[in-house]
């Protein structure tokens, strides 16, 4: 009875720190979306307005382009590192 309850305990340590981990990509990954498609296409385009990037300024280049190019980076790299979290925590798909 005791070797189920200290197992109980331990899976659901386990569970808070992957969740705890899960939330915090989830969070920096939508801090950094944020800060592009928010912080560098709007509220920083004036600042932006004098880098040239294909032909246009860099905060424009961010509204129309890069913050679509970022999203998808956040979304293959938040795949990757939930892959290896999954796997650090056991719950992976092999």
Known sequence: MADQSNSAASTAEADKGYWAANVRIILISLVIWALVSF???????????????GGTDL??????????????ALIFNYAWRMN???AQFGVDEE
């Open 39 to 53: 912080g560098f296409g709007i509220l920083l385009r004036p600042l932006l307005s004098g880098i040239a990037v």
């Open 84 to 86: 290896r979290l999954d």
């Open 59 to 72: 905060g424009f280049w961010f509204a129309q382009q890069g913050s679509i190019l970022v999203f998808l």
